[in-house]
């Protein structure tokens, strides 16, 4: 069974940088789409970066701040976030999928247990 672990998350003021990791458990081909998605309380989960063999894109959000990686030789998937606000405070999950019309959807394959970023 797969499973993608996040970490990296935490407590930063406005303005710091945060790495977030997911390590994912099985090998995953780097033909799969891969995203982060964030979810702050109260609202709908929304994606935030997303990333496969065609390129990556950002949220207007985080565009200019954020940048989705991946290192597929470790099965891992990055997202550096720099110049942090308030309104980024969320639970930040993971994703793989097959497709990236499924991450796209919020419908991916897999899903990681998240990591809480706060930002204050």
């Known amino acids: 069974q797969v499973q993608l672990v996040e970490s990296g998350g935490g407590s930063v003021q406005a303005g710091g940088s945060l790495r977030l990791s997911c390590e994912i458990s099985?090998?995953?081909?780097?033909?799969?789409?891969m995203g982060w998605f964030r979810q702050a309380p109260g609202k709908e989960r929304e994606w935030v970066a997303i990333?496969?063999?065609?390129?990556?894109w950002h949220a207007d959000s985080v565009k200019g701040r954020f940048t989705i990686t991946r290192d597929n030789a470790r099965n891992t998937l990055y997202l550096q976030m720099n110049n942090l606000k308030p309104e980024d405070t969320a639970m930040y999950y993971c994703a793989a999928a097959t497709s990236r019309g499924k991450v796209v959807a919020g419908r991916p394959d897999y899903w990681g247990q998240g990591t809480q970023v706060t930002v204050s």
């Open positions: 099985l090998y995953i081909y780097s033909s799969y789409c």
């Open positions: 990333i496969d063999p065609a390129g990556s």
